[in-house]
């Protein structure tokens, strides 16, 4: 073994306590968590006659103050490292939680998602991600494949487990568990695995200090607003796509399990385009492997059109988990040749700001799409012109100017 991939080899082994503690954060406090919620408002409003709007507010609220807090958590981990805002994200959690477990009316609801939302936005994916692309230089795409890859993974083993538990012992019960399993899962890591103090890049990513100056002043360089676009307009599609692919389905005539199991083997195969997109952004480069991963994510949206047929159907449900997964892989990568690892947590968090609006505002536009013209068409062509001008918009995003220590890492962003 070279003297090169000795060192590559030793960092990767090195970063593997942060992948780990991603991934298990991942797969329980995002896939449990945040996944599943559907799981649990379905039970409540059986058990309490609440209605389906006073719940649905609730869930508003909370992605509402999930997407408000998100600045502010990227300029704490840009000072202070993942543990500060972390250990704040349990606390909001623990109170949220307290509040679910002890909720008598729908208002309570709402008001423990206005903790819960900041809550899982400190102590979720976002820190995990700036921490994993300014930690591992070597293999970056790959690392944050698998930390996203527990979303998917916890998804689809704790919905069907968390639908048992509440069968069996009623919702309050299967809230005690889980929300002490999303509260207790991220202490022993912070405590032991997550790194300390200010996080400092692990390459040279850039040939010199950026200069001082605000945030926002930086989010006017070069390449900052087309990083946008391929942020946003499939994160509008990707949100609109999970919450309406089941009526979707049911109004070609397909039964509601089988709806809902083609949405599983969506959420499934994402997680191996995760992975496998981020092999692919390690060898290929972050940008083309974008690039694919959207014209990749029109296509299979074509073929949704055509979902009365299981061969389209079967088509859809592949192309796009896979294209969806490796998006998600690959785009902090890209985001860090942009922004640069000065101030990246801050500027991260402000497009993941405009990022989960966007999201909230897909499914809303294309209800309104259905509830105008009867069907879905229309809203399919949303959803389509929003990924061929982001796909478009990919090839605007110039490349990274950084200096790179090793073959992986110029890969990782090229």
Request: aromatic fraction near 6%.
């Amino acid at each position: 073994m070279s003297r090169q991939n000795a060192t590559a080899a030793g960092g990767w082994q090195s970063s593997l306590p942060l992948v780990i503690a991603g991934f298990v954060i991942s797969f329980v406090v995002v896939g449990g968590g945040i996944e599943t919620v559907g799981v649990f408002l379905n039970a409540i409003s059986a058990a309490n006659h609440w209605s389906r709007s006073s719940l649905s507010l609730g869930v508003s609220v909370g992605a509402v103050m999930a997407a408000l807090s998100t600045p502010a958590v990227g300029v704490l981990v840009d000072r202070h490292g993942v543990r500060l805002p972390m250990t704040a994200g349990v606390a909001l959690l623990f109170v949220g939680f307290v509040i679910l477990m002890l909720m008598q009316q729908p208002w309570h609801f709402v008001a423990a998602n206005v903790f819960l939302g900041p809550g899982f936005a400190a102590c979720a994916l976002l820190p995990l991600t700036i921490a994993v692309t300014l930690l591992i230089p070597d293999r970056t795409t790959l690392a944050l494949g698998i930390v996203a890859a527990g979303t998917s993974a916890g998804a689809l083993v704790l919905a069907p487990l968390l639908q048992a538990v509440i069968e069996a012992t009623g919702w309050r019960n299967t809230y005690i568990l889980m929300g002490s399993a999303v509260v207790l899962t991220p202490l022993p890591f912070i405590a032991f695995a997550l790194p300390r103090g200010q996080l400092r890049s692990a390459a040279a990513r850039e040939p010199q200090q950026r200069p001082q100056g605000s945030p926002l002043r930086d989010l006017r360089q070069p390449g900052v607003g087309a990083l946008a676009g391929v942020m946003m307009l499939p994160g509008l599609t990707a949100f609109s796509v999970s919450v309406h692919l089941v009526p979707y389905l049911t109004g070609l005539g397909r039964t509601g399990t089988a709806a809902a199991a083609a949405l599983g083997a969506m959420v499934g195969i994402s997680a191996v385009g995760k992975i496998g997109g981020g092999l692919l952004g390690d060898r290929l480069g972050a940008l083309r492997t974008l690039r694919l991963a959207l014209a990749l994510d029109a296509i299979a949206l074509v073929l949704l059109h055509y979902a009365s047929a299981s061969v389209a159907l079967g088509g859809f449900i592949t192309l796009y988990g896979l294209a969806l997964g490796a998006q998600i892989a690959v785009i902090p990568a890209i985001a860090i040749g942009v922004l640069g690892a000065e101030r990246f947590g801050t500027l991260f968090g402000l497009l993941q700001l405009g990022t989960m609006l966007a999201s909230a505002v897909g499914p809303v536009a294309s209800g309104l799409i259905f509830d105008a013209t009867g069907h879905y068409a229309g809203a399919i062509l949303l959803w389509l012109v929003a990924l061929i001008a982001a796909t478009a918009t990919a090839f605007w995003i110039p490349p990274a100017k950084t200096t790179v220590v090793s073959t992986p890492v110029r890969q990782a962003v090229a």
